[in-house]
Structure formats: C-alpha cells, structure tokens
C-alpha cells in the first residue's frame, strides 16, 4: 500500500495529453479522495513555497541593502520598502491568477504577445527606455518603472503553449509546429539582447525547448533546432566585446581578478566565508565588496548570511517547486493548461539554475535575476502571478477517477431483486427452430408452466388484442413481477410459446 501510494504520488515526465494521463483514484466509503482534493493541497502546498521564498527575499534584501540604499535613496530602509511594496503587489497578482479564467486568458494570448513586442521595441527609442549600468531594459517614469523583458517571458508562455495544444497533430513536423514557435523566439530574443539582456533571452529559448519536449516533438529533430538556437545564440552574444570579457572571465575568474572577473571572485568569496551556518546579519557583506548584491548575485549575499544550510534551503525550494509543478501538469484539465504549467515550471527552474550557476562559477554570468528572492519589482510580479496561474490549474484539475466503493447493504426484512449479469445479454441466443422451454432454466419450467396451466386464456373482442394481467403467485421460486400475456396465444401443458413475456 505505501509504495503504490509512492507511486500515485510521484510524477513521471512525458508527452503531456492534459486530463488523458490523469491517474485514477481509488476511493472507499467516506473516506475517499478525489484528484480535486489533490489539486487544493498542490495549490496550498505552491502558496505556501512561492510566499516563504518571497519572505526570505525581504529578509535577505534587507540585510545587504543598507548601505546601497542609504547611497541611492538617503535612507538605508528605502530599498527594503520598496521591496515590500513590490511584494504586496505581486501578492495581489497572485490572487488575481489564482481566479483567472483560463479560457478567456487563451483566447487573449495574441494580443499580449503583440504588447510585449510594442514594449520591448519602446525600450530601444531613445528617451523612452531607462538605462542602469549600460543596458536599456526599463520603461517609466521617477521611481516607477517597468521591464518589459519579464512580460515578454510571461506572454510567450501563455502564447507558446497554446500554440503547441492547438498543433499537436503535426508535432513532429518543422513548419507547423517547430519552425513558427522557433522563429518567434529568435525575434524576442534578437530584441532582448539589444537592450542588451542576455540571461532572458536564454530563458526564452529555455520555454521553447521546454514545450518541445513536453509537446512529444522528436528527440532528434528537437536536439537539432535547439542546437541551431544554441549557436546562433553563441554568435551574437559573442560579438558584444563585454560578453566576450565575461566569458574570458568565467574560464579563469582569479586570473581577471582585478578586472571582469572581479565580481565573480567576490561571489565566491561571499559562498566560502559563510560556512555552515553563515553570519549574524550585523555582519553581512557589503556591496561595496559585492557589487548587485541585493539583485543577480542575492545567491552570493545569503550564502554570506546564512551559509550552506541558507544556501541548500533555496536550492530545495525551487527543486520543490519543479516537483509540484510537474505534478499539477500531470493532473490538469486539458493539453493547454498541462503545457501551460510546464511552461511556468521550466521558467521559473531554469531562469533559478542559470542565476545560481553563474554566482557559483558553474556557468557564465548573464545578469539574470533569482525568482522570488532578488530585489526588483517586474521581476517578483511577474513571478507571482506566473505562480497564480499555475495553481490555477492545480485547483481544476481533471475529474477522471474511478470511484471503487463498497457494496450498499439491503435494509432488514427487505428482499433485492437479482440484477441480471451484463455478460448474459451478450451471449448468442438460441435457434429459432428450437422450443421456447429448451431456452429456460429447467428450475423455471416447472412452476411457469403450471401457472401458465392455471391462468385463464384471454378471449379476443372486437378485432383488437386485449391484454389480462396475472396475479404475482404465491409461489417462492417465481421472484420476477407479473406480466401481461399476450391475448390469443396457445398454450400447451407445460410449454409457453409467443414472446419473452411470462411468468417467472
């Protein structure tokens, strides 16, 4: 019992059919559970992550945002505030996806793909878009302003996933499924890196593979575009002399310790001096050592602050969160709303590995913020409300159980009536040729034949046929109700003939 438990509880990654692959509950009596039961606790159990991931977040911007607020604001509680105003925010997002009709969403995903390309093309025009630290990624206006970059991801989500439900017939074939969803990445992309935003261009081509591969796109054929977008991708970011210097760095990072390798040095520095257990908040690095340290390089600041434990607690939590979003996609309603939450899923965990691999040294640094935990208000947002939807999902999930309960026993002094075997209505009757009795059980000839005996035959009046109901007999072996005979009809001792109908 407890393994298969184990079993209905894990999820198993595949081509993904929405409520055709939802996995039958057993139930029994009173206490039986339904895959609605299931998808409350999925969608508690997701709250409860994505809100202490967010908390954690205030706490860990609060302790190494002090000085660089005090530099950039005047007050050292200015970023912490803003951060909380962000978060309540987002919160209000998350409740608004969590009630968001998802029918109505899917028909509106064009429109919200055309927006998030008008803002990312805005960003470029000059004196619209707000530039920090030699990128171009903001539109707004005083201490209000929004990244179009993280509506983008959220909109060619919800585009791509619809895409892929409404395909899935020609799955495997390039220039119905593969090449369009191919080549509106590639132009989100081209866009995101003229701000220039390399991480979220690599996210968006993340959620593509991601589809593709939970889509039932062919292994060979999915390798070979993800490879062109691979180097393609490589090409571009290569031109830039920066990244060039970035990746330079990431080779040898204490050989450009001074230089572009500064920054990396210093996050490593962060992880080691945390220990176990990390320091007293009183003591926390400071972004004059770490430069972003409340935003890409957060990972950096709680190891400080926290140590390995702070640092393994975060890793577990996004490995928590990719389990319960494969799960609600393995139990939602339809194809669009699995590929919908697997899109969220391999966003959010993806964009979370390429943060934490390029603050640990295992991957280049691309600038990309840590989900739910790095300072910024379009990035925790859109976050949250990426997380409404998807428990969302796991709040309707497919009702495709099969309900196994017990027998209702019949009440005192009542006697239930036989139900007839299903399998005998599919057996082949008998010949034509042969006597009705020769197709009755002998212990039923008996007494239907001596009622038949004793019942009178019924007269034919006017030309038409009347019918003459008998009497239920007194008899215990005939347990069948009475039915009217058919008038005119022969009889012989012993022997019915005419239709179904008699006594039993």
Not at 223 to 233: C, D, E, K, N, R
Request: proline share 6%.
């Amino acid at each position: 019992m407890a393994i298969a438990q184990l079993l209905e509880r894990t999820p198993r990654l595949r081509v993904l059919d929405g409520g055709r692959d939802a996995p039958p509950v057993a139930a029994a009596g009173r206490r039986a559970t339904s895959l609605e039961d299931l998808g409350r606790k999925d969608a508690r159990r997701l709250e409860l992550l994505a809100v202490s991931l967010t908390v954690f977040g205030l706490v860990s911007v609060a302790g190494v945002s002090p000085i660089e607020s005090l530099y950039s604001y005047g007050s050292v509680f200015s970023l912490v505030e803003r951060q909380v105003m962000w978060a309540l925010i987002g919160l209000v997002a998350f409740v608004v996806a969590r009630r968001q009709n998802l029918a109505r969403l899917r028909r509106r995903v064009r429109p919200i793909l055309v927006a998030a390309f008008c803002l990312l093309l805005a960003v470029l025009v000059p004196h619209l878009g707000k530039g920090a630290g030699g990128s171009s990624r903001w539109l707004g206006a005083g201490p209000i302003t929004l990244q179009p970059s993280e509506i983008a991801k959220l909109a060619f989500a919800l585009f791509a996933a619809d895409l892929v439900a409404r395909r899935e017939r020609c799955r495997d074939q390039l220039h119905e499924l593969v090449l369009p969803l191919a080549l509106i990445a590639a132009i989100l992309g081209a866009l995101i890196l003229k701000q220039p935003d390399l991480g979220t261009a690599i996210v968006v081509v993340g959620i593509a593979a991601t589809l593709w591969y939970a889509g039932g796109v062919r292994g060979r054929l999915l390798a070979s575009v993800v490879g062109v977008l691979a180097v393609l991708g490589s090409i571009l970011a290569l031109a830039a002399p920066y990244r060039r210097a970035r990746l330079l760095a990431f080779l040898n990072p204490f050989g450009h310790a001074s230089t572009v390798g500064y920054q990396l040095v210093q996050s490593l520095a962060a992880l080691g001096s945390g220990h176990l257990a990390g320091h007293p908040m009183a003591t926390a690095v400071s972004p004059w050592l770490l430069p972003n340290a409340s935003s890409d390089f957060i990972f950096a600041a709680i190891g400080n602050d926290f140590g390995l434990l702070g640092c393994l607690a975060v890793v577990c939590g996004f490995a928590c969160f990719g389990w319960l979003g494969i799960r609600i996609a393995m139990r939602a309603e339809d194809r669009y709303r699995a590929l919908l939450a697997t899109a969220i899923t391999g966003w959010i965990v993806f964009q979370a590995f390429v943060n934490m691999g390029g603050v640990t040294g295992l991957l280049p640094d691309t600038g990309i913020p840590l989900p739910f935990l790095s300072a910024g208000g379009s990035s925790l947002i859109v976050a949250l409300f990426a997380c409404g939807l998807l428990a969302n999902i796991a709040r309707q999930p497919k009702v495709s159980t099969e309900l196994v309960t017990a027998p209702a026993r019949p009440a005192s002094g009542t006697r239930t009536r036989p139900r007839a075997d299903a399998t005998r209505s599919r057996q082949p009757s008998a010949p034509s040729h042969a006597p009705r009795s020769a197709t009755r059980r002998p212990a039923e000839r008996a007494p239907r034949a001596a009622a038949s005996a004793r019942t009178p035959s019924p007269r034919r009046a006017g030309g038409s046929r009347q019918a003459a109901t008998v009497r239920r007999p007194a008899s215990a072996a005939a347990r069948h109700a009475a039915v009217p005979l058919r008038a005119g009809a022969p009889r012989r001792a012993g022997v019915m003939t005419g239709s179904r109908a008699g006594l039993r």
